[in-house]
């Protein structure tokens, strides 16, 4: 094996030693695993450790994620999560777990529109998880349920990594546009399926039952008493509504701004930051009204940033080093190396493709072993259409992987949990089990249309 697959193998150890043996905290245990890592650079080490920070720096999902703790923050203190929760559940609070089935559904639109694992899991988490929260579900529960989803972003399209893998020579020469289209959506739709069935086990694995009536008012006196606080909605739309559509189309083409100032509007910074001045003003009442006062309401708040920054931040500098190691070409050549049955073979490109997309994101493991993947699985007979799919599917376990998926991070900050809770559920209920479907839709167990 090559040295940056040792590199993996220490990376992981280090961070469950430092966390689950030493009892320390995650950000803590994400940096012991960022020096292992650059251990393995020898003569490199100060060189990788430099660009390793800027690389970690420059990530936009890093700050997204603080920006989410302290939105989460204002809303609950400004108690603008009771309103709109009042208001939710005047009209489905009777159904157990009924915040779960919106949640998930939300998800698959969102995915259906944005393409994006962190944006899926900011939009859809700002609004259920308060809501979750408040009818019955655990934070940890909402948070896992929350990020799970985000794979939908990647797992329907249209996504950016569906047309990053269509740019691959070997991938163009075989499958259309709209054939991947169809083909992802349908492969898609049974993961949203595997979800939804997931929704129901957990109401009834945790007995989740409906609000008591007498909990639940009627929803004029919510809406009249509340109205304010659905305003949030405003600071998803308005992000969601200049990026997607016909007013980005507008946008694209106004002379000086144009695709590079469409491209610069984040979803996943832009709803945080809208929502929590929606939430400040909308709740302004109940805020301290002296600078000491305000003072002290943000210091009770600084405790969360540290391990959800620390993490974050350093995930992406570690999988950087190994990115600069060699991981993809060494993972490639062991592919490449083995004599496998085409099942074998099938469950090998499911297992590299989701290990390399936990330290690295969908898109860099498309760039990264998708010719190689996609190669692999047309050996094994997969159809091209289904190959490309299912490299698709594979690689929309990255928003569930931890320790250093963001979706994770982003809804923990929202539940204000800590995210090692929900590592092994997301594990058990979401990586294996979608890395399963994938294989069998890759052997036609489960069916997909292609063109």
Known sequence: ???????????????????????????????????????????????????????????????????????????????????????????????????????????????????????????????????????????????????????????????????????????????????????????????????????RWFVYRYNIQPLPREMIKPFSQTFRDGWTSLLIFAGIIIPVGLTIGPVADILTGIKGFGPKGLKSISIIVWIPVLISWIAIFEGRKYLPKTVSGMYNLIQSSAKRYVVVGATLFFAFAAGEVMTRLGLAKDMMAILKSMQLSPLLMIILVGILVTLIGGPLTSTATVVAIGSVSFSALIYAGVHPATAAAVIL???????????????????CGIANVDPVKTFMPLIWYYVLPILAIGVLIATGFLPTLVM
């Open 393 to 411: 599917i594979f690689s929309s376990t990255e928003g569930a992987t931890p320790p250093g998926a963001a979706p994770i991070f982003i809804a």
């Open 1 to 199: 094996m090559g040295m940056s697959i040792w590199s993996l193998i220490a990376y992981i150890a280090a961070i469950i030693f430092w966390n689950s043996k030493l009892k320390r905290n995650i950000g803590e245990a994400m940096v012991v695993g960022w020096l292992v890592v650059l251990l393995f650079g020898g003569s490199k080490f100060f060189d990788l450790m430099w660009k390793s920070l800027e690389f970690a720096a420059l990530q936009e999902t890093v700050y997204a994620a603080l920006a989410f703790v302290f939105m989460a923050f204002v809303m609950t203190k400004t108690g603008l999560v009771n309103r709109m929760v009042d208001i939710l559940n005047s009209t489905l609070g009777r159904i157990a777990g009924g915040a779960g089935y919106i949640s998930t559904l939300a998800s698959a639109l969102m995915g259906l529109i944005s393409g994006s694992g962190s944006g899926n899991a900011a939009a859809v988490g700002a609004v259920t998880i308060p809501w979750m929260v408040k009818s019955n579900w655990s934070p940890q529960l909402s948070a896992t349920l929350v990020s799970g989803n985000a794979g939908l972003g990647i797992a329907l399209p249209p996504c950016s990594s569906m047309f990053l893998l269509l740019g691959l020579g070997v991938v163009a020469e075989k499958v259309t546009t709209g054939s991947l289209y169809i083909a992802l959506l349908t492969a898609g739709l049974w993961t949203l399926l595997y979800r939804l069935i997931l929704v």
